[in-house]
């Protein structure tokens, strides 16, 4: 039983190290490689034309900011048109986008659902029936997109093999309190070096589900957005992944949203996110390792990508594991040794590896002040693994009751 528990716990630590060992690579590519900005200077083109879609579902408080925004973005005219979707709102936010619509005819051209599967993914799929330009780009209704967003997330499809392009999303309620600075920080880490790590050494940048666009030819020819998911997203990236399209990451091409204020809302994004992005990974796993069409560092990163929540709870039984033994006694030299190596292990590389990478985010956005957060970054962490683990276990229970997984809306704050 002892050497049961202590070859698990070897199996652990070893997942744990390759976490390590990837976000230290990705660190130091983003430090001292210069980066690949596809496209991102282009100005002078003949344009695709291009549908953006923002789903909302009772945003009346955000949804004229985000349309203010498109409408000044610097895009050539009739090229661009703008299809607020508004998905079962019982607020002012139909009679919000039908007023924008009628200052605005033949720019503004709303959807509006008012019936059918709750949950943005459904709500999307019904808007694609009626999207007949060449590029589809979605934005979440409390997002606000900077005048050149639109050009630098469609300048990438002029590469024929590009189906979907993700740009990057920066807090603008940042300095609102702790949790939203500690969130100022792991966006960073997340955009600013994951993403653009992976899109400079050739690996899978992630489609984020907004600030994103995707080749409506591709989305059409993989059947779809798909409304029986959490992480419609995710599920994008790989099935695109899986017939051959790339996805691209565009570092420059930054949008500013509004990030939750409390932690009840911040527990409950994590958890949708967890239940969505583990569906993708039962669902895509073994097509991805069998595929052809995918070369072997792109399954590698896809498999780590797919893996990403897993860790935490992993991490829970590995810490479980560490007292259990402690307590059965294991005062050996060998064992002992073993042990104090994992805690080590642990402690010097799967903790300080995520800080290592946030750090170099701050100091490439210049924002040094964030590295005197770092310390409470631990915080969000042990919130987030408790919450992911939560998610897991209900996720179980949903599969095993065969209940309907529920789309719970982020709360707004901007007023």
Not at 39 to 58: G, K
Request: with cysteine; proline share 4%; glycine share 6%.
């Amino acid at each position: 039983m002892i050497g049961l528990l202590n070859a698990l716990l070897l199996v652990i630590i070893a997942m744990v190290l390759v976490y390590a060992t990837r976000h230290y690579l990705f660190t130091l590519v983003r430090m001292f490689l210069p980066a690949n900005d596809l496209y991102c200077d282009l100005d002078d083109a003949q344009w695709p034309t291009v549908t953006v879609q923002i789903p909302a579902h009772n945003e009346e408080d955000v949804i004229g900011h985000c349309l203010d925004s498109l409408l000044a973005a610097a895009y050539p005219p009739g090229r661009l048109l703008l299809m607020p979707v508004n998905d079962r709102s019982d607020d002012r936010t139909g009679e919000i986008i039908d007023r924008y619509a009628a200052e605005h005819p033949g720019c503004v051209v709303p959807f509006h659902r008012a019936a059918g599967k709750p949950g943005k993914a459904a709500a999307l799929k019904d808007a694609l029936e009626h999207v007949d330009s060449e590029i589809l780009i979605v934005f979440d209704a409390d997002y606000t997109p900077s005048r050149t967003l639109i050009k630098r997330l469609v300048a990438p499809f002029f590469d024929p093999e590009i189906g979907a392009v993700m740009g990057r999303v920066v807090p603008l309620n940042a300095g609102t309190n702790l949790l939203t600075r500690l969130l100022e920080i792991e966006r960073s880490g997340g955009y600013q070096v994951d993403q653009q790590a992976r899109m400079q050494l050739g690996l899978v940048p992630q489609y984020g589900g907004t600030t994103g666009g995707v080749r409506v030819s591709a989305l059409k020819e993989i059947g779809g957005w798909h409304d029986d998911t959490l992480a419609e997203d995710t599920d994008l990236t790989y099935r695109l992944l899986l017939a051959g399209w790339k996805t691209a990451y565009q570092n420059r091409a930054e949008c500013y949203e509004e990030v939750p204020e409390t932690w009840r809302m911040r527990i409950r994004q994590i958890q949708r996110w967890a239940k969505g992005h583990n569906q993708v990974l039962w669902r895509h796993l073994f097509a991805l390792m069998r595929s052809r069409r995918v070369s072997f560092r792109e399954k590698l990163d896809g498999v780590f990508l797919l893996g990403v929540y897993l860790v935490a709870p992993v991490l829970a039984i590995g810490w479980i594991l560490v007292i259990v033994l402690f307590y059965l006694g294991q005062t050996l030299f060998a064992e002992a040794v073993f042990l104090t190596l994992c805690i080590f292990v642990y402690g010097s590389l799967g903790n300080f590896a995520a800080f290592f990478e946030l750090a170099a985010a701050s100091h490439l956005d210049r924002r040094r002040d964030n590295a005197r957060l770092l310390p409470l970054v631990m915080l969000s962490f042990v919130v987030s693994m408790v919450a992911v683990t939560r998610a897991i276990c209900s996720a179980g229970l949903d599969w095993l009751s065969r209940r309907e997984l529920v789309w719970h809306k982020t709360a707004r704050f901007r007023r």
